[in-house]
Structure formats: structure tokens, C-alpha cells
């Protein structure tokens, strides 16, 4: 069964770091892109980028590039979302899913989300 | 820059025929695939590259394209299909994917 387990809520400040994880099973890792979505408060969708952890090939979408960094580990099947310093618009919801192998357009498996709260 | 459009909001008598429209330019090349989801729950797709419907969709959900805009259509909408619908593209570069804002369904 294909699983995407993602880490827990978090709560941080201004100005702090954060890695937050997406864990894959079920599926050979190494071969499918793994997309990373935002979802702000009451708000729609949005494609952040992603990643190809067979090679680390990664796209971002500019209006995401330099304010986040996307990374993939093959060896524990998990992909990676992280800021150097998040600010308050960063509070979302954060999605990872699996891209359908011949549809790019296509997420076939999610993750449950993330919660990001960022507050000082 | 590239998007696509979705009106914000739709609504439908329980067994009748909707329609959910998406447009942009991005869509006279790519196909659009659909997501839905639901409150307080990650997306699902049940459309993907154009007509093609994920193991556990039923068969009441079907996609079209003509010209630059893409449709969702549900024969025979049931209570169970409320939710928020998402299109989603490539942009015009190729290298990037697009999600429209979203049509909320009202069954």
C-alpha cells in the first residue's frame, strides 16, 4: 500500500528554521516525483515545486525559489521541506503528494499535511 | 505570467448533471487533470490527463478540454461529491504546474 506520512504540526517564531518531512512506503521512492503544496488559511492550492529523488533533480515554482529549499533522502524514502527563516505568511498548510508517473498535471497519493504556525 | 481560472463557486440539485469550468492559456497544449477535496482533508485526484479516472472514481466523473478551457462534469451528483475542486495544468514554460483557485461544489 502506498503510504506519504508527514511530521507533525509545528509551532515557531519569526526569523527561525524548520524542516518538515514527508515519509514514503509502498512504492519504489526513486522513481516518482514528489511535489510539495500550500494550502494558507481558507485558501486554494499552490504547486511550491518538486523533486525527483532518483537524481535530486528539483523545480521550484519562482515564486517559492530562495524562500524554500526541497531536498529528498533515497535511503529512508523521505522528502524534505525546509525554510532558513520563516516569516508569518508562512503559516499553512503544507501537502506532499506523489505525481502521477506518466501525468505530470496528476498527484495520485497525498500526505496528510503539515501544519505550519509561524507567530511570534 | 501563466494561470488558470475556476469560478469560485457552484451548486447542484441532488442527481443532476454539473459542469466545473477552468481556463487558461496553458490549456490549449497541456491537459488538465482534477483534485478534489473535502474539509479538513488532503486533496484526491479523479480526473487525470484529460479523460482518465483513478482506481475508486466512479464513473459519474468525467473531463473535457475545448480550446483554452478544460471541464469537469458530474452525471448524477451525489451529497458525497461536495467539495472544493482543483484543475491543474502545466504552465506555458512546461517546467511548472499550475493549480486553479479552486470551485467549490454545493450538491
Known amino acids: 500500500e502506498v503510504q506519504l506520512v508527514q511530521s507533525g504540526a509545528e509551532v515557531k517564531k519569526p526569523g527561525e528554521s524548520l524542516k518538515i518531512s514527508c515519509k514514503n512506503s509502498?512504492?519504489?521512492?526513486?522513481?516518482?516525483?514528489i511535489a510539495w503544496v500550500r494550502q494558507m488559511p481558507g485558501k486554494g492550492l499552490e504547486w511550491m515545486g518538486i523533486?525527483?529523488?532518483?537524481?535530486?533533480?528539483?523545480r521550484y515554482n519562482p515564486s517559492f525559489q530562495g524562500r524554500v529549499t526541497i531536498s529528498a533522502d533515497p535511503s529512508t524514502s523521505t522528502a524534505f521541506l525546509q525554510w532558513s527563516s520563516l516569516e508569518a505568511s508562512d503559516t499553512a498548510i503544507y501537502f506532499c503528494?506523489?505525481?502521477?508517473?506518466?501525468?505530470?498535471?496528476?498527484?495520485?497519493?497525498w500526505g496528510q499535511g503539515t501544519q505550519v504556525t509561524v507567530s511570534s | 505570467s501563466s494561470e488558470l481560472t475556476q469560478d469560485p463557486a457552484v451548486s447542484v440539485a441532488l442527481g443532476q448533471t454539473v459542469r466545473i469550468i477552468c481556463q487558461g492559456d496553458?490549456?490549449?497544449?497541456?491537459?488538465a487533470s482534477w483534485h478534489r477535496q473535502k474539509p479538513r482533508q488532503a486533496p484526491v485526484l479523479v480526473i487525470y490527463?484529460?479523460?482518465n479516472r483513478p482506481s475508486g472514481i466512479p464513473d459519474r466523473f468525467s473531463g473535457s478540454t475545448s480550446g483554452n478551457t478544460a471541464s469537469l462534469t458530474i452525471t448524477g451528483a451525489q451529497a458525497e461529491d461536495e467539495g472544493d475542486y482543483y484543475c491543474?495544468?502545466?504552465?506555458?514554460?512546461?517546467?511548472?504546474?499550475?493549480f486553479g483557485g479552486g470551485t467549490k461544489l454545493t450538491v
Open positions: 503528494a506523489r505525481q502521477f508517473l506518466t501525468v505530470p498535471t496528476a498527484f495520485d497519493y
Open positions: 496553458s490549456l490549449s497544449t497541456y491537459f
Open positions: 491543474t495544468s502545466r504552465d506555458n514554460s512546461g517546467d511548472h504546474v499550475l
Open positions: 490527463g484529460q479523460n
Open positions: 523533486i525527483y529523488p532518483g537524481d535530486s533533480d528539483t
Open positions: 509502498g512504492y519504489k521512492f526513486t522513481g516518482y516525483w
